[in-house]
């Protein structure tokens, strides 16, 4: 399952087109403030804060240069909830709002990431900016 679109860019990072997008982040300092674009317009419901949000995704630490997380190679769609902070500031702003079929690329300070405490499971310091593609499946 996956969102078939094409590719784009936001701010130095680029996502190509086809059902598994993969990020590419330019060398240099990332933006400091928070960004996000919606490559591809799903037409399916839009989602709401509150709801189950089904999602693909790739996250990479823009530092590094490195991915950190993918669902592309790691298992199938993962479900959250946005909107109620159970996920990043980064993910309820740019995920609200966008109908089911979506693909959405976003660059994500720490301030609307995992902040200055950053989420040692994965190896991200409280610095760390951080680069999404997020394929909006479903949401219920």
Do not use: C
């Not at 300092?29 to 674009?37: D, E, G, I, T």
């Not at 991915?67 to 309820?92: C, M, N, S």
């Not at 660059?107 to 999404?132: E, H, M, R």
């Amino acid at each position: 399952m996956s969102v078939k679109a094409r590719g784009g860019s936001l701010a130095g990072v680029r996502v190509p087109g086809g059902a598994r997008p993969a990020l590419a982040v330019r060398a240099g300092a990332p933006p400091a403030r928070f960004a996000a674009r919606v490559l591809h317009r799903g037409e399916g419901p839009r989602t709401q804060a509150g709801q189950l949000v089904v999602t693909q995704y790739e996250g990479a630490i823009w530092s590094r240069r490195r991915v950190f997380d993918t669902i592309w190679t790691t298992g199938g769609p993962k479900a959250f909830k946005i909107g109620d902070g159970g996920v990043t500031k980064a993910w309820d702003s740019a995920l609200a709002g966008v109908p089911a079929g979506s693909r959405v690329v976003m660059i994500v300070p720490p301030s609307y990431g995992y902040g200055p405490s950053g989420n040692p499971a994965y190896g991200i310091k409280g610095s760390d900016t951080l680069v999404f593609v997020v394929d909006v499946i479903a949401s219920y």
